[in-house]
């Protein structure tokens, strides 16, 4: 129980006892009792809103920032439940409290960035066990695969989870974690949770689910058989591209007290102030998710029928190798879009990505404003070049982050980038040949 609820808890009672001495039988207080006894069956929109607490203290409606590094205590160990705020912090244990409610899961654990968090995870598996991950997998959980962990003995095999029977011939006695990310940054690969779920029990190890890309307001891997889910906060949770976060949740309590065990003795905790901005994102994650999803599938289609551009990737298009499955197991498509150029050159691609207006390039994604980038020179640059493209990251490759600007200014930006390449080409070649 978090800080809020135990002494929400706490004063709710105090203040009914209260109630009852003054015989004031009409009371607003008892009336409101009255009212919150009925069941209200809530949206998923009511609930995220009304997972964030009021503050029992002064009812302030937006929840308070403990800035504070301990805490006094009555004589050793006699405290408030907190003593020290790397081990805890309320405002920190708020919005661990609302990711595990929105998850579906039971304990939620916050971090300083999005690999801090898959970081824990890993730390959960001893020498000699192995991991098998998406091959699509986001570069800096590769790095930190390839060149931090094999060195201590865990090893990772790769395989493409888009076909649930790879994962099952690929598995072996000592893989202990099974790792996704679906859809995948940046090709927007889609592997289905419940089937790679089913194969992860019956070999007695973990499945974990970086669920940065579709995020809670789409997609809840705890529901369909996962363990644990990860999230860089950083992206659609923060939502305003001003903090780094990272946030892990599990199915089962034992999991999550193993991870809060790590997230203290590693150290790698989410700051008082960050931890406010993710629950201040969260507030409006569903209304953000629907505009992105909406913007993010009129951009796909007209892609589609550009004559530049020769494959888009988007799980919202009919055409997308596993539409059916992200169709049945997220309510949307996400934000993100990729395609390749017909011209797939590097250079092709860095002149496009350096040509848009609104569209800014820039690492990360999920924000307000739309975001391109080149995942050959930027995100996916530690992974070597072959193995990238083994990938499906084709050199040519850009990676569109969908803001919520209105979607025909974001088709015109990509319109003009276009004309504009094909303009200074043309007067290039008229150049050359004068
Ligand atoms: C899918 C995915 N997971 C994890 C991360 C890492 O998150 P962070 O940058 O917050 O450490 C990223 C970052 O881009 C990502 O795209």
Known sequence: MSFFYALSAVTKSDSRNKNFSSGNILSPLLIRNFITKKNLIMS????LIHSIPVDPLTGAISVPIYQTSTYVQEAPGVNKGYDYARSNNPTRGTLESIIAQLEKGAVGIAFGSGLAAIDAVVKLLKAGDEILAVDDIYGGAFRLFTHIYEKFGITVNYVDTTNAENVFNAITPNTKLIWLETPTNPTLKVSDIEAIAKIAKAHSCLLCVDNTFASPALQQPLTLGADLVVHSATKYLGGHSDLIAGLVVTKE???GEKVKFIQNA???ILAPFDSWLVIRGIETLHLRVQQHCRNAQAVAEFLETHPDVAN????????HFNH????????GFGGIVSFTLKNDTEEAATAFVSGTQYFKLAESLGGVKSLLCHPAQMTH??????????AGVADSLIRLSVGLEEVEDLIADLEQTFTRLKETKKDLVTSISA
């Open 266 to 268: 590693s150290g790698a």
């Open 324 to 331: 059916e499955t992200a169709k049945k197991q997220s309510k």
């Open 44 to 47: 998923n929109a009511t609930q």
């Open 253 to 255: 309590k034992e999991l």
């Open 312 to 319: 888009v990737f988007y799980p919202g298009l009919k055409k």
């Open 381 to 390: 640059k530690s992974i070597p070049a072959e193995k990238r493209r083994a």
